[in-house]
Nanobody, 130 residues
């Protein structure tokens, strides 16, 4: 059974940084069996995919809004995927989720679509405010 636990959310000032963690159980990252995505949902808005990591190929994906500011990475020894968020803006305020897509289901061309992802964490809150 796949389980995901996000952590690292906090209140941070504009321009600051945070690192979110997604601890994975139920499969090992080194197996390359999944892709792992990061999504966020701001108040009153739909959930959006912001980054993903294909564990088999190592390919990373970013939406334009975070490209150049956020970095997705992995630590196979800890079975954890990270999202390093730099130069944070008030519009980055949201509940952040990680999710997994089995590699057989994952389509790189549609990496940001929720329907590809089957297992979700409970979310961690990021607030960017002065």
């Amino acid at each position: 059974q796949v389980q995901l636990v996000e952590s690292g959310g906090n209140l941070v000032q504009p321009g600051g940084s945070l690192r979110l963690s997604c601890a994975v159980s139920g499969f090992t990252l080194s197996s390359g069996s999944h892709a792992i995505g990061w999504f966020r949902q701001a108040p009153g808005k739909e959930r959006e995919g912001i980054s993903s990591l294909d564990l088999r190929t190592g390919r990373t994906f970013y939406t334009d809004a975070v490209q150049g500011r956020f970095i997705i990475s992995r630590d196979d020894a800890k079975n954890t995927v990270y999202l390093q968020m730099n130069s944070l803006k008030p519009e980055d305020t949201a509940l952040y989720y990680c999710a997994t897509s089995p590699w057989s289901r994952f389509s790189p061309a549609h990496w940001s679509q929720e329907r590809q992802y089957l297992n979700w964490g409970q979310g961690t809150q990021v607030t960017v405010s002065s």
